[in-house]
């Protein structure tokens, strides 16, 4: 069985930094694409960047760019988000997710697996 398991959520000023991750169990991690969606309170679940397996393609929403890194350990099954320069409008629950494919996608339904959700709460 597959699991998708966040942390590293938490509660931060603006202007700070968070790193979540993500460890992957059951699944051939190094062999799929990773990513991270966030939905925010009363707003729709969007995608905030993706990585392929190797780690070469990534991709951001315009909105984190500069700010969001993605990366992954294919050695830990692990991938991470690092979070700078954090901004209000940046709290929401974080979502990572397993794709079905090896390359990096911003489609949900490109994803077969999603984990819990860790929050992010970033006060002003």
Known sequence: ???VVESGGGLVQAGGSLRLSCV???RTFSAYG???FRQAPGKEREFVAAIGRSGG????????KGRFTISRDN????????????KPEDTAV???AAS????ASYNENAYAYWGQGTQVTVSS
């Open 24 to 26: 992957v169990s059951g």
């Open 100 to 103: 079905r494919y090896s390359s």
């Open 34 to 36: 990773m990513g991270w």
């Open 94 to 96: 974080y979502y990572c």
């Open 75 to 86: 050695a830990k099954n692990t991938v991470y988000l690092q979070m700078n320069s954090l």
């Open 1 to 3: 069985q597959v699991q």
């Open 57 to 64: 393609s990534t991709s951001n929403v315009d909105s984190v």
